[in-house]
């Protein structure tokens, strides 16, 4: 993927373990760490979001 592509982590297939980890006020999960999960739902780089996996559905 392109470091400049922007990705958001609910694309990610780890963003709902992230977001129930939010939810619950629990911690980030492993995955997400390197990956500056602190605003989700906006995009950012993929350069920013290393571990960024899309999700398939």
Do not use: W
């Amino acid at each position: 993927m392109n470091k400049n592509t922007h990705v958001y982590c609910t694309d990610c297939m780890y963003g709902k373990k992230l977001i129930q980890a939010i939810i619950n006020e629990t911690d980030i999960p492993k995955q997400c760490k390197n990956c500056y999960p602190y605003n989700p739902e906006d995009s950012m780089k993929y350069e920013d979001r290393p571990n960024f996996n899309r999700k398939v559905e």
